[in-house]
């Protein structure tokens, strides 16, 4: 079974910086492209950020471009996100989510159970 | 990309049908096959349940069903069960590559 294990959410203040892990297991990391979406308390889903299989293309939502940066290290199954220069706005509950292909897209086929970011001083 | 739109809300009885529409335009849902459905408990994790339009995953329910003309999309869930209560959320590719969700649908069963 696909598992996907999210860490590294906690409390920080605006403009400070965190560090978000996805562990995976189940299936063949390196082959499948994998994404970032997050949820605001309350709200919908929004797309963040997504990486190919081999970590070489990455792509952003405009809301973070710049200040988050997502990569994987295959060799440990594990996904990363990078939040830089955090906002109020970013307060979410990140989840970690698997594409069905290995190109990045809009078909999300695992989940993770999400860690949850806020930014507040 | 502007969030996609959905119905805040939609309600109906178990066993009837439902439909839950996803409106874009030209540069998402207008110009791909590429709209995805996301079921979501309460606090819970999203799961998908449709892609492709009409694609269902393995072990999702036949009741679930899909469609699109035009700009806008379409869930179908026929013989409405209790555990189908849960907040519903399109997802579709965009001109710029980048994916775009709805706002999502409340769905209650009465």
């Known amino acids: 079974d696909v598992q996907l294990l999210e860490s590294g959410g906690g409390l920080e203040q605006p403009g400070g910086s965190l560090t978000l892990a996805c562990e995976a297991s189940?299936?063949?990391?390196?082959?499948?492209?994998m994404g970032w979406v997050r949820q605001a308390p309350g709200k919908g889903l929004e797309w963040v950020a997504a990486i190919g299989g081999g970590g070489e293309s990455t792509y952003y939502a405009d809301s973070v471009k710049g200040r988050f940066s997502v990569f994987r290290d295959n060799s440990e199954s594990t996904l990363y996100l990078q939040l830089n220069s955090l906002r109020a706005d970013d307060t979410a509950v990140y989840y970690c989510?698997?594409?069905?292909?290995?190109?990045?897209?809009?078909?999300?086929?695992?989940w993770g159970q999400g860690t949850l970011v806020t930014v507040s001083s | 990309h502007s969030a996609l739109t959905q119905p805040a809300s939609v309600s109906g009885s178990p066993g009837q049908s439902i439909t839950i529409s996803c409106t874009g335009t030209d540069s998402d849902i207008g110009a791909f096959d590429r709209v995805s459905w996301y079921q979501q408990h309460l606090g819970k994790a999203p799961r998908l349940i449709l892609y492709a339009v009409t694609y269902r995953p393995s072990g999702v329910p036949v009741r679930f069903s899909g469609s699109k003309s035009g700009n806008t999309a379409s869930l179908i869930i026929s013989g409405l069960q209790t555990e189908d209560e849960a907040d519903y959320y399109c997802c579709s590719r965009t001109d710029t590559d980048n994916p775009v969700f709805g706002g999502g649908t409340k769905l209650t069963v009465l």
């Open positions: 989510a698997k594409e069905m292909s290995g190109s990045y897209g809009e078909i999300f086929d695992s």
């Open positions: 189940g299936f063949k990391f390196h082959i499948y492209a």
